[in-house]
């Protein structure tokens, strides 16, 4: 079993900054193979936000392109989203989500609990 535990989110006015940042652990090896971020806005369905691979290639919703930099720490299995910029659009519930491999499970996807971002207009 891995664990996502995720921090930073808030309330922002518009044109403001905050970080999201996401752990993975285990109590045995594993490997992340995509990380990132979905998003959830009242009332629509969830949707992919950013994610990083473990060779660094980066897919993004062309909403946040240029705003929001995605990045990740695969010594701490840790990866980090800084959201620029943010519009009242942007608030959702931002889900972490990571792709683990393990020898008894094989490829399994796996979400944090989420964080609320709100933005202020």
């Known amino acids: 079993q891995v664990q996502l535990v995720e921090s930073g989110g808030g309330l922002v006015q518009a044109g403001g900054s905050l970080t999201l940042s996401c752990a993975a652990s285990s109590a045995g090896f594993f490997v992340t193979n995509i990380v990132g971020w979905h998003r959830q806005a009242p009332g629509k369905q969830r949707e992919l936000v950013a994610t990083i691979n473990s060779r660094g290639e980066i897919s993004s919703v062309d909403a946040v392109k240029g705003r929001f930099v995605i990045s990740r720490d695969s010594d701490k299995n840790r990866v980090t989203m800084q959201m620029n910029n943010l519009k009242p659009e942007d608030t959702a519930v931002y889900y972490c989500?990571?792709?683990?491999?393990?020898?008894?499970?094989?490829?399994?996807?796996?979400w944090g609990q989420g964080t609320q971002v709100t933005v202020s207009p």
């Open positions: 989500y990571a792709n683990v491999w393990t020898m008894s499970t094989g490829s399994v996807a796996y």
